[in-house]
């Protein structure tokens, strides 16, 4: 059974370029959440997608957008780089009819320059 | 972003002996989960706690959700030298379309040899 993977690894961009970093979510999972985690610091919630649509937002700006495909796979794009969205972003999956746990992947390792 | 509070920040014990973590927050969480994160890799879920007052274990691992729904326990018996990792606290509204994940500040468990 095939857990939760993201690709790239590792991404280096320079401030001010866009970048794409992709999910695809554990088998029978239909929900995906997306995370950003700072050096030292806890995960912070940036967006949920369920049936293909954004289902839930945290304290992120709008330069953070996502996208769920019909398989249930996801995007998390980044417009205008800043120096500050260099992070660990973890994606997360679950299926709220069965249980409400949150199972993560390895994690894109995000470098802005 | 919002962070629970997690204490300790740190331990660092030797092999064999037992620790103790705690969570709180200033909101209430319907449902609390812990997760262990490695350098580099995602978080591994440990144990999710549903019910006011419930206590659960994982093999060495025994969390519990307290009765007032804003504060979560986790012990750890025996220690052995794969425990040393970070460990998170997480606590979640768990109903439809707020399901996101509020996490702790992290405890950072260190074995001394």
């Known amino acids: 059974d095939a857990g939760v993977t993201q690709s790239p690894t590792h991404l280096i961009k320079t401030r001010g370029q866009q970048v794409t970093l992709r999910c695809s979510p554990k088998?029978?999972?239909?929900?995906v959440s997306w995370y950003q985690q700072a050096l030292g610091q806890g995960p912070q919630f940036i967006f949920q997608?369920?049936?293909?649509?954004?289902?839930q937002r945290g304290n992120f700006p709008d330069r953070f957008s996502g996208h769920q495909f019909p398989n249930y796979s996801s995007e998390l794009n980044v417009n205008a780089l800043l120096l500050g969205d260099s992070a660990l972003y973890l994606c997360a999956s679950s299926n709220g009819l069965i249980r409400y746990e949150q199972y993560f992947g390895p994690g894109t390792r995000l470098t802005v320059t | 972003g919002q962070q629970l509070n997690q204490s300790p920040q740190s331990m660092f014990i030797q092999e064999g002996e037992d620790v103790s973590m705690n969570c709180t927050s200033s909101s209430i969480f319907n449902t609390w989960l812990w997760y262990k994160q490695d350098p580099g890799e995602g978080p591994v879920l440990l144990i999710a706690?549903?019910?006011?007052?419930e206590l659960t274990s994982n093999g060495r691992l025994t969390a519990q959700f307290g009765i007032t729904r804003k504060d979560s326990f986790l012990n750890i018996s025996a220690s052995i030298p794969s425990d040393v990792g970070i460990y998170f606290c997480?606590?979640?509204?768990?109903?439809?379309?707020?399901?996101?994940?509020?996490f702790g500040t992290g405890t950072r468990l260190t074995i001394i040899p």
């Open positions: 088998s029978g999972h239909d929900t």
């Open positions: 997608y369920y049936e293909e649509e954004e289902r």
């Open positions: 997480a606590g979640q509204g768990r109903s439809f379309g707020n399901e996101k994940l509020t």
């Open positions: 706690l549903y019910k006011a007052g």
